[in-house]
């Protein structure tokens, strides 16, 4: 259908060696990938502090643990930051967190990580989850 190139590229340098850094696709999905898990690990740990769970607290290790991996074993910088108005945060928390899973989900998906797509189909199912369950008012008492 398409007829192949047949001329070198006019973006390519006529130097062997090029004077910047070079990193191959997978390495940039890794990057990116890291950048989504921790981004969920911070907002992971905000719901945490307003909501303690067990449920969130294997989340959080368990993001820890993925975000290490694509780093070569660094781990994330964790960051606890004081809890503020409770149920409109939760709410926005939830929604940012679904968000941040969806994100990482396409980017496990296109570079066929098992282990971090299954990880954020299990959040954003989680965080769907929690938006649906009804909640009670706070009331000033």
Known sequence: M????????????????PDFPHRSREEELDIQLAGHLAA????TDE????????ELDAAAERLVEQVA??????????VTTPARGREPRLTALH???HA?????????ASRADTAAAILSAQRM????????????PLTAG
Not at 3 to 15: D, F, G, L, M, Q
Not at 69 to 78: A, C, I, Q, S, T
Not at 100 to 108: N, Y
Not at 125 to 133: I, S, V
């Open 95 to 97: 929604r940012r967190a």
């Open 69 to 78: 991996r694509l780093r070569g074993e660094v781990p994330p910088v964790r």
């Open 2 to 17: 398409y007829e192949p190139i047949r001329t070198k590229s006019v973006h390519t340098t006529a130097r062997t060696t």
């Open 40 to 43: 969920l690990l911070t907002v």
């Open 47 to 54: 719901l945490r502090e307003l909501e303690p769970s067990v």
């Open 125 to 136: 199912d989680a965080h769907t989850a929690a938006l649906a369950e009804p909640r009670e």
């Open 100 to 108: 941040l899973a969806g994100r990482a989900l396409v980017v496990a």
